[in-house]
């Protein structure tokens, strides 16, 4: 069965500055489906980014940009130039390339931007 | 577009009752989805919907939960008996279709208090 793992419970970073969260899956497929999604306090879930396995340039949306290394199973999210708006819960989320129905979440990781 | 609507945001019931949380998915989305977010274990898939019928219901926890589909615009996720450790944030996801390229797109989620 697939896994996610978030390994970072909380971050902080400082308004401006740039800040990496980790996520680590575990998966015997070849290809398959990677997300990041933001929870602000509202609790609606905001896809982020998305990244294909069998693409090896990594995905990039203004400030969000990850790093995808797929022989280690790592799909971090790097934040640049943070913004107070970003604080949040991150979601790191895993789907089958055949049945992406089903996402499978990570724990979370809480963001918190300080000025 | 309204986007995904879920009632009640809240919800304090007392072990034991029966609790119905409601979503009204995006007009037009075809596939429906209900997930549960706890501390301790994430956000995860109870189950999920195409066109009414129920598609995959691997995560529902037990028997006292049921989910139902009447018709396109309207789902509901049925706890009973209700219990302590039901509490949690549920949430209702709606989508177009499937593939990653169909976002889903979540409602404000349902937090359930149980006492």
């Known amino acids: 069965a697939q896994t996610v793992t978030q390994s970072q419970p909380e971050m902080s970073v400082q308004e401006a500055e740039t800040v990496t969260l980790s996520c680590t899956y575990d998966?015997?497929?070849?290809?398959?489906?990677l997300f990041w999604y933001k929870q602000p306090p509202s609790r609606q879930m905001i896809l982020v980014i998305r990244?294909?396995?069998?693409?090896?340039q990594n995905a990039t949306e203004n400030r969000f940009s990850v790093n995808f290394q797929k022989a280690a199973k790592s799909f971090s999210l790097k934040i640049s130039d943070s913004q107070l708006g970003d604080a949040a819960m991150y979601f790191c989320?895993?789907?089958?390339?055949?049945?992406?129905?089903?996402?499978?979440f990570g724990t979370g990781t809480r963001l918190q931007v300080f000025p | 577009d309204a986007g995904v609507i879920q009632s009640p945001r809240h919800e304090v019931t007392e072990m034991g009752q029966e609790v119905t949380l409601r979503c009204k998915p995006i007009s037009g989305h075809d596939y429906l989805f209900w997930y549960r977010q706890t501390m301790m274990r994430g956000l995860e898939l109870l189950i999920y919907f195409n066109n009414n019928v129920p598609i995959d219901d691997s995560g529902m926890p037990e028997d006292r939960f049921s989910a139902k589909m009447p018709n396109a615009s309207f789902s509901t996720l049925k706890i009973q008996p209700s219990e302590p450790r039901d509490s949690a944030v549920y949430f209702c996801a709606s989508s177009l279709g499937t593939g990653s390229l169909y976002e889903q797109y979540f409602g404000p989620g349902t937090r359930l208090t149980v006492t």
């Open positions: 989320a895993y789907s089958h390339l055949y049945n992406t129905d089903k996402l499978i």
């Open positions: 990244q294909e396995a069998y693409k090896q």
């Open positions: 998966t015997s497929e070849s290809d398959y489906y």
